[in-house]
């Protein structure tokens, strides 16, 4: 048991004031029996799972932006098989005048031309006369074409 000398009304601490910590809390170690037991930490570890966080975190931002580059790829194909299809529908032999909202049907002739129809590839019979069926198409109201069925793609 630790006793205090009292000389003149002062207190005396008999433990070297060296040895005495002012604030025992907050020690990076153990200051007696009773305290929780301190470990360093390994911080090797600690930046390794940092690390392989970091890594999965930007590998599945990367593959969503591969994915987006994927869906803005077909997009701008769509977009380019639509334009050479409706190019090709407007430099057409055609015999009629299309109207909005109808279906119509794209051939491509022996000769490399192409003619836009209202026969379907399935009543054309035996009397075919085209090389390939390219497309069917619907005029919508802004004269642009919505493509309902790609045909057979041209043979190089």
């Known amino acids: 048991m630790l006793r205090l000398i009292v000389e003149n009304n002062d207190i005396i601490n008999p433990i070297d004031p060296d040895k005495v910590a002012q604030n025992p809390g907050l020690l990076p170690y153990a200051h007696n029996l009773s305290s929780g037991v301190i470990r360093p930490e390994d911080m090797g570890k600690v930046k390794s799972y940092a690390l392989q966080a970091m890594e999965q975190q930007t590998d599945m931002q ?3 932006i591969q994915e987006q580059i994927q869906l803005l790829y077909n997009q701008a194909q769509e977009i380019k098989s639509r334009t050479d299809i409706s190019v090709w529908i407007y430099q057409a032999d055609m015999g009629f005048d299309p109207i909005v909202g109808h279906t119509y049907h794209l051939y491509e002739k022996e000769d490399g031309r192409h003619f ?3 026969v ?3 009543e054309w019979g035996r009397s075919k006369k085209f090389r390939r069926f390219v497309a069917t198409v619907k005029l919508l109201a ?4 919505d493509i309902l069925k790609k045909g057979e793609e041209p043979q190089e």
């Open 120 to 122: 379907s590839p399935s």
């Open 116 to 118: 836009l129809s209202m």
């Open 142 to 145: 802004d004269h642009t074409w």
């Open 62 to 64: 990367l593959k969503q």
